[in-house]
């Protein structure tokens, strides 16, 4: 028996225009998904998902891929598609059908921007290749992971996914098929909080619903998502210096520039905006937005009060440097 663990994340910059080819600035934090993975006599794969916030569930896939058992909650569902196809596709991979008993549990909202369908998708991989007595090499695993969250979405950058498999602070630029991505020394600790809405919408139907704005506006959208391109690069260039207002100026920027793409949402502006006044450097949306996480540049316990007066949740987290890891391997 495997247990695995993958962290969450928050992007300091360049969520959405990281889909257009530009970069994205982000940080993995310290909350986790666990999967622990068991090889079972005969070719079923189970997944008890009863942890993952929602409800408690026990879901099992046939080896031809159906779902024998549901539940209403639409995010479990959906959560439960990384994990079907992260086991299809390390089975393909190593070209070896084993049934599996898989657990996991969630630190994290699900589904709220910190990246847990990445998360879920790394260390599902990692925990059915451990178990199996296989290896797999980090960049690998991401490519893995990344393929998971595409198929699964339609369209996704290997942000999440990196973020999930190396943990860190990274700037991370799609490069086609390929992703290059360098480990940022920050030039000062990030004082970081994260506020919690509920979500109104998905990462697929904003990606997908800014796709359409690109098509039906490129002249309009296209400077913004470039825009958000040069924010994210002034933004890690500020970071590495320790420049903690120069940061916060281009959070402010970063965030209006997603609400101009139509993103946010009137709760995540209302906790954005109470940050900035309770005296965070800067704050913004993080994510896909329609609700789910924003950030605020501080660590002011008044910032952490007036987001909870807004209606929010406040998620405390610190920076994780380990990305994904086997917990335990009995
Ligand atoms: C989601 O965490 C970030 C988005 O840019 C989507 C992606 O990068 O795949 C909105």
């Known amino acids: ?29 310290n909350k986790y998904i666990y999967v622990t993975a068991k090889a079972r006599d005969d070719n079923k794969v189970s997944i008890n998902a009863r942890d993952l916030r929602l409800a408690g569930i026990s879901v099992t ?13 639409g ?74 969250e595409r198929d699964v979405q339609g369209s996704a950058s290997p942000t999440d996914t990196t973020m999930a498999t190396f943990g860190g602070i990274m700037y991370i630029k799609p490069e086609g098929n390929s992703t290059a991505m360098e480990p940022v ?7 970081l909080i994260i506020g919690y809405t509920p979500r109104v919408s998905t990462t697929k139907d904003l990606v997908a619903m800014v796709r359409r704005k690109y098509e039906s506006m490129r002249d309009v959208i296209e400077p913004i998502i470039r825009s958000i391109g040069v924010i994210t690069r002034k933004g890690r260039e500020a970071l590495e210096k320790g ?27 209302e906790m954005v905006y109470v940050a ?7 704050s913004k949306l993080t994510g896909a937005g329609g609700g789910g996480c924003m950030i605020a540049l501080t660590n002011k316990s008044e910032v952490e009060k007036a987001i909870e007066l807004t209606g929010g949740s406040v998620l405390k987290a610190g920076l994780d440097t380990d990305g994904t890891v086997v917990i335990s391997n009995d």
């Open 1 to 29: 028996m495997v247990t695995v663990r993958a962290p969450g994340k928050v992007i300091l910059y360049g969520e959405h225009a990281v889909v257009y080819g530009e970069p994205a600035l982000a940080m993995a934090v």
């Open 185 to 191: 020394k920050p030039g000062v600790t990030i004082p």
């Open 61 to 73: 896939i046939h080896e031809n891929g159906d779902i024998v058992a549901r539940t209403d909650y």
């Open 243 to 269: 420049d903690l207002e120069l940061m916060g100026v281009l959070m402010n920027i970063n965030h209006g520039l997603l609400d101009a793409l139509g993103v946010s949402t009137k709760q995540l502006n």
């Open 276 to 282: 900035r006044y309770a005296g965070a450097l800067g």
């Open 75 to 148: 995010a479990v569902i959906s959560a439960l598609s990384y994990v079907k196809r992260a086991v299809e596709l390390a089975m393909e991979y190593f070209n070896k059908k084993v049934g599996i008993d898989l657990m996991i549990r969630s630190e994290m909202p699900v589904g709220a921007g910190l990246g847990t369908s990445a998360a879920v998708a790394v260390a599902t991989i990692l925990a059915y290749v451990k178990e199996l007595g296989y290896d797999v090499d980090k960049r690998e695993l991401a490519r893995l992971a990344w393929q998971v």
